[in-house]
């Protein structure tokens, strides 16, 4: 039997939609945990209340070790559906808490610019760890090893840019004016289209004007 592999792009483009899919389901329930948005909001508290760049020091680092382990074969699978499931959690606590149903708080988290970039960058992630499974047992690795590294360089770019994006939020919604939050769209659309053209120019097999055909892979030949 010949199953065929698919594009890293389309593995990418399914990840991000579990992963909004998992977000907008886990969210919504009504979850109560008191425990739970009492530690959430101490945590959130210390960060919120320190300065720009200590503040993109807990931010950025915490998000790259979740998306560094996620790259990681079968165990980032794991961790993917973990990060989603835990993290969507805690906002249908917060949610609860706050009388509110928790898909409105995703939902004005998806309106913020750092939502589009740091959520993307976890199904990069997974979605080349699935990639770096395949060559490993596909025996090439070594023909394709640049490009899983550079798949790894542009997840640290990524989540870079959106702990900076988020960051500048953060402060601008505890200003006189938390609406100023929006216009971090200004660079983050910028930010959005060179990330589009970097991970273009990685794939660059994928997205020219003949495609390569989809690598298959014989499970008969055990």
């Known amino acids: 039997m010949k199953i065929k592999m698919p594009e890293l792009k389309h593995l990418f483009l399914l990840s991000f939609i579990i992963e909004l899919a998992g977000f907008a389901i886990i969210s919504s329930l009504p979850i109560h945990d008191p425990a739970l948005y009492q530690s959430f909001k101490s945590e959130d508290n210390a960060i919120v209340s320190q300065?720009?760049?200590?503040?993109?020091l807990s931010i950025f680092p915490h998000n790259l070790l979740i998306a560094s382990i996620e790259f990681i074969p079968i165990i980032g699978?794991?961790?993917?559906?973990?990060?989603?499931?835990?993290?969507?959690?805690?906002?249908?606590?917060?949610?609860?808490?706050?009388?509110?149903?928790?898909?409105?708080?995703?939902?004005?988290?998806m309106l913020l610019p750092h939502s589009w970039l740091e959520l993307p960058a976890y199904a990069v992630a997974v979605s080349s760890g699935t990639y770096l499974l395949y060559y490993l047992i596909k025996g090439k690795l070594r023909d394709n090893y640049?490009?899983?590294?550079?798949?790894?360089?542009?997840?640290?770019?990524?989540?870079?840019?959106?702990?900076?994006?988020?960051?500048?939020?953060?402060?601008?919604?505890?200003?006189?004016?938390?609406?100023?939050?929006?216009?971090?769209?200004?660079?983050?659309?910028?930010?959005?289209?060179?990330?589009?053209?970097?991970?273009?120019?990685?794939?660059?097999?994928?997205?020219?004007?003949?495609?390569?055909?989809?690598?298959?892979?014989d499970f008969n030949q055990f």
């Open 77 to 109: 699978i794991l961790m993917f559906l973990f990060s989603i499931g835990s993290t969507a959690s805690v906002i249908a606590v917060e949610g609860t808490a706050d009388h509110i149903n928790g898909f409105a708080i995703f939902a004005t988290l």
């Open 51 to 56: 300065s720009f760049f200590p503040m993109w």
């Open 146 to 217: 640049k490009k899983i590294i550079y798949m790894y360089i542009f997840i640290v770019v990524e989540l870079a840019f959106a702990g900076a994006i988020e960051t500048s939020e953060i402060l601008l919604e505890e200003s006189a004016h938390p609406l100023n939050a929006f216009y971090m769209w200004i660079p983050a659309v910028f930010i959005i289209a060179f990330l589009i053209w970097l991970y273009r120019h990685i794939n660059t097999g994928e997205y020219g004007h003949k495609q390569k055909e989809y690598d298959e892979y």
